[in-house]
């Protein structure tokens, strides 16, 4: 099991769906009602953005890559040139989509509506396995995080597992369900689930923090694989074949939870990235989501 990076480089973050991310601010929104937004805030979105985002804000110089199409991709682009993230996208020829999030100050509330994209085609598929295996040879870390475009098989994940693994190279998921369930069977160094994915991943209702650890060093013992489960307030476990740890974070006042588990996997990657052990990693993990709670958002992070 591969789990700290032994070879210098960028970290690679994975964002096969990659969005338009628009925050309206509406005070006492409501249906069936004409509103006018104090404040409307666009922004190159999706998980892999998102975790790209926290890796440039704490020093790094993370690339990003997927799929993108059109004006939208553009902007895109565009986007996190200007916050000094490297893009490396493959062009699908569709229009990349928009996800919506409509936020409520007065009432604390935040509707979200979350676009599908459209298909990418088997030409536009290849062209990015290509990509991304040339990234490969000069990346130290890969993330894998979102959800998958229309049309993309969802065992995207787990080759893209093979071929880190191939090129020595460790790879940290975040996904859910059926591209959790193949990409774990392709041998990840690290997993990220919360707890809802972890019980769907396994089918049970884990209601207690013991059976959490217990279904957490059942996985990591059956794949040989890192286990590191979010638990909201209460942190986070994370499980090797060495030992288990549970990381709590400091006391915080909590704005919003949207986005701590992005920063959770940027705290992991760069903790892994620069020598640290799995525990020290899982410190600076949680402290990153604690900061993203408690620093709140405004904009949607979308999947």
Not at 288 to 301: E, L, N
Request: hydrophobic share 45%.
């Amino acid at each position: 099991m591969l789990i700290a990076a032994t070879t210098p480089g960028p970290i690679l973050c994975v964002n096969p769906n990659a969005a338009i991310d628009k925050t309206v601010v509406v005070d006492n929104f409501s249906l069936d009602k004409i509103h006018r937004p104090q404040a409307v805030v666009s922004a190159a979105g999706g998980k892999g953005c998102n975790v790209a985002r926290v890796l440039r804000i704490l020093g790094e110089t993370p690339i990003v890559t997927g799929w993108i199409g059109g004006h939208a991709g553009r902007y895109i682009e565009a986007g996190l040139r200007a916050e000094g993230i490297s893009p490396a996208f493959t062009h699908s020829g569709c229009e990349s989509r928009t996800c919506l999030s409509i936020y409520d100050p007065l009432n604390h509330t935040l509707t979200e509506i979350y676009e599908s994209g459209e298909p990418v085609s088997r030409a536009a598929q290849r062209a990015f396995c290509t990509r991304y295996r040339a990234l490969l040879e000069r990346c130290a870390l890969v993330t894998l995080s979102g959800s998958l475009p229309v049309a993309v098989p969802e065992s995207l994940y787990a080759d893209l597992i093979r071929w880190a693994r191939q090129a020595s190279v460790p790879v940290l998921l975040d996904s859910s369900r059926v591209p959790l369930q193949l990409g774990l069977a392709a041998g990840p160094s690290l997993i990220k689930p919360n707890r809802f994915e972890l019980c769907t991943l396994l089918g049970q209702d884990l209601t207690s923090f013991d059976q959490i650890v217990a279904a957490a060093r059942s996985l990591s013992c059956r794949h040989a694989t890192a286990v590191v489960v979010s638990l909201g307030a209460e942190g986070a476990v994370a499980v090797s074949a060495e030992a288990t740890w549970h990381v709590r974070p400091p006391p915080v006042l909590a704005q919003s939870a949207v986005g701590s588990g992005d920063a959770m996997l940027a705290g992991l990657a760069i903790g892994l990235t620069h020598g640290q052990t799995l525990e020290q990693a899982l410190r600076l993990a949680v402290a990153a989501g604690a900061a993203a709670t408690s620093r709140g958002s405004r904009q949607a992070q979308c999947r």
